[in-house]
Nanobody, 125 residues
Framework: VQLQASGGGLVQAGGSLRLSCAAS????????MGWFRQAPGKEREFVGA???????YYADSVKGRFTISRDNAKNTVYMQMNSLKSEDTAVYYC????????????????????WGQGTLVTVSS
């Protein structure tokens, strides 16, 4: 399984970006997908996730501003990021859960087996 994240870039505070994560393989629809981020000098942290049936879960820091969706026909998960803040600046990673058809989204990295390469989001204030 390969994951390819894209959509990062430079945006002003208050602006929006949409990240995409395209996955290879034929079992995409059976797995939950997560987004994590790592800011400079900080540990990687959970941002949000969508399970195989489309239920979403978000970190408090992005709740109400970020929206995760998936298109199983395109093997792609998206994260729409609105009202961006300077503290959202980070490298964003997508990941696929280790186990299929998991109802509860995992907020821990150990729950994910495959990772994308990351895409940089820079929010200028």
């Amino acid at each position: 399984v390969q994951l390819q994240a894209s959509g990062g870039g430079l945006v002003q505070a208050g602006g929006s970006l949409r990240l995409s994560c395209a996955a290879s393989g034929r079992t995409f629809s059976s797995y939950g997908m997560g987004w994590f981020r790592q800011a400079p000098g900080k540990e990687r942290e959970f941002v949000g996730a969508i399970n195989w049936s489309g239920d979403t879960y978000y970190a408090d820091s992005v709740k109400g501003r970020f929206t995760i969706s998936r298109d199983n026909a395109k093997n792609t998960v998206y994260m729409q990021m609105n009202s961006l803040k300077s503290e959202d600046t980070a490298v964003y990673y997508c990941a696929r859960q280790a186990s299929p058809r998991t109802v509860v989204s995992d907020v821990q990295e150990r729950g994910y087996r495959y990772w994308g390469q990351g895409t940089l989001v820079t929010v200028s204030s």
